[in-house]
């Protein structure tokens, strides 16, 4: 399992692009995105899913059950995702991360 940072994935240039470039860069990457962002994010994958357009997978992670500055327990949930589910196929996949 690699874990990259948008901040640091591909030296940062992803960092100030519109979610749909995101989206698409880590799709072709075949890296499924994980994220806090449960604003824009959801509507996104509506408008792919409607276009019939397939990503590598989507993990959201609620502030409120996971802080954004607690990355020992991030990577300790998607440590454990990934044991429980990396076999699996992750294509279109969305999923809520628990800790």
């Known amino acids: 399992m690699v874990i990259e940072a948008v901040t640091t994935w ?3 240039i992803y960092r100030a692009v519109d979610d749909h470039d995101v989206l698409t860069a880590a799709t072709n990457a075949g ?6 962002d449960l604003r824009t994010i ?11 357009r397939a ?3 989507v993990v959201f992670v609620d502030e409120k059950t996971i802080a954004q500055d607690d990355f020992g ?10 044991k429980l589910e990396n076999a699996k196929n992750w294509t279109n ?3 809520f991360l628990r800790p």
């Open 10 to 12: 591909q030296d940062g």
């Open 31 to 36: 890296m499924t995105l994980v994220t806090y």
């Open 42 to 52: 959801p509507a996104l994958l509506r408008q792919w899913a409607e276009d019939e």
């Open 55 to 57: 990503h590598a997978g």
């Open 73 to 82: 327990k991030l990577a300790r949930a998607l440590a454990e995702l990934f």
């Open 93 to 95: 996949r969305v999923i």
